[in-house]
């Protein structure tokens, strides 16, 4: 079992930058490709990064690339999501997710066997 908790929402300008963690439990994270999704109101979850689980490989959506940064720290139990550059249309919440059993990453929701209670971002025009 692996609990996610996640942290660094909240409200910022466009044109501003946040940090997200998700703090995971248990001992085996490192084992764990991790991935952000978000949903935004009348909208289907979507991904936003991944990262496999040396942190070798990364995955970002169209929307995010050059603006976003997927990181892990395994010794800290620890993702990040660097977000700048934000804009309105990425206000949403955010979710981590953890995947077992994977070589590298999934962009697949349903592949992720454990996820986070989510953290709101919200851009401001």
């Known amino acids: 079992q692996v609990q996610l908790v996640e942290s660094g929402g909240g409200l910022v300008q466009a044109g501003g930058s946040l940090r997200l963690s998700c703090a995971a439990s248990?001992?085996?994270?490192?084992?764990?490709?991790m991935g952000w999704f978000r949903q935004a109101p009348g909208k289907e979850r979507e991904i936003v990064a991944a990262?496999?689980?040396?942190?070798?490989?990364?995955y970002y959506a169209d929307s995010v690339k050059g603006r976003f940064t997927i990181s892990r720290d395994n010794a800290k139990n620890t993702v990040y999501l660097q977000m700048n550059s934000l804009k309105p249309e990425d206000t949403a919440v955010y979710y981590c997710?953890?995947?077992?059993?994977?070589?590298?990453?999934?962009?697949?929701?349903?592949?992720?066997?454990?996820w986070g209670q989510g953290t709101q971002v919200t851009v401001s025009s």
């Open positions: 997710a953890a995947a077992p059993y994977l070589l590298s990453y999934s962009v697949y929701a349903n592949e992720y066997h454990y």
């Open positions: 990262i496999s689980w040396s942190g070798g490989s990364t």
């Open positions: 248990g001992r085996t994270f490192s084992s764990y490709a």
